[in-house]
């Protein structure tokens, strides 16, 4: 299986400014995803990364508030822009389609906790 | 519109079994999957359905009926630790999968 961390873990800001997520899978990867998931609730599609291109963002999310980097097969980064408090949420890092495992499993890394004051 | 309906909470007593349902409506369908996710956790795969039928994996085992949009995760001999939140989810194109809002499992002793 596919192992997948995120960094930072948490991180507390003030409104207004960006905090950029780390994604990093320990194998290569064809499909990478940002998910944002509020605490007990289901986890929303923010946006496909794609390498070597611009990002496929769902309804609701644009690329000026959640600019996405997919560099190589194995990193992302999601940067929430001008962050006010219904930014806070947990975003998680997801991966699919890699050279191990059933192609249909879908990985998830432990999730980046923000909390916007 | 798209949709994955699952009840919000279902509890159950260790040792038995249970069942959670799902039903979808997606403009696509490649397959569902379910997804367990404990508090503070990240989300698991546990199962996928591409064709109709029983899937089984130790005590899980999923269904699918195509026809009918619906498709179940079924728990048997439950233990504590199966105390979590079971997402279905629907691969509604080769790349995206939409989730359900999550079918929240207490498990009492």
């Known amino acids: 299986s596919a192992v997948i961390s995120q960094k930072p873990s948490r991180d507390i800001c003030q409104r207004g400014t960006s905090l950029t997520i780390q994604c990093q899978v320990d194998s290569q990867v064809t499909m990478m995803f940002w998910y944002r998931q509020q605490p007990g609730q289901s986890l929303t599609l923010i946006a496909t990364a794609n390498q070597g291109s611009e990002a496929t963002y769902e309804s609701g999310f644009v690329i000026d508030k959640f600019p996405i980097s997919r560099p190589n097969l194995t990193f992302s980064t999601l940067t929430v822009s001008n962050m006010s408090p219904e930014d806070s949420s947990i975003y998680l890092c997801?991966?699919?389609?890699?050279?191990?495992?059933?192609?249909?499993?879908?990985?998830f890394g432990p999730g980046t906790r923000l909390l916007v004051l | 519109g798209q949709s994955l309906e699952q009840p919000s909470e279902v509890t159950a007593v260790e040792g038995a079994i249970v069942q959670i349902n799902c039903t979808y409506q997606t403009s696509g369908f490649y397959g569902l999957s379910w997804y367990q996710q404990h508090d503070g956790g990240a989300p698991t795969f546990l199962s996928y359905?591409?064709?109709?039928g029983l899937e089984e994996t130790g005590r899980f085992s999923s269904f699918l009926s195509r026809s009918d949009s619906y498709g179940y995760l079924l728990l048997q001999e439950l233990q504590m630790k199966d105390s979590a939140s079971y997402f279905c989810a629907v691969s509604s194109s080769a790349s995206k999968i939409i989730f359900g809002s999550g079918t929240r499992l207490s498990i009492r002793p």
């Open positions: 359905n591409a064709l109709d």
């Open positions: 997801s991966a699919r389609g890699g050279l191990r495992g059933v192609r249909e499993t879908q990985y």
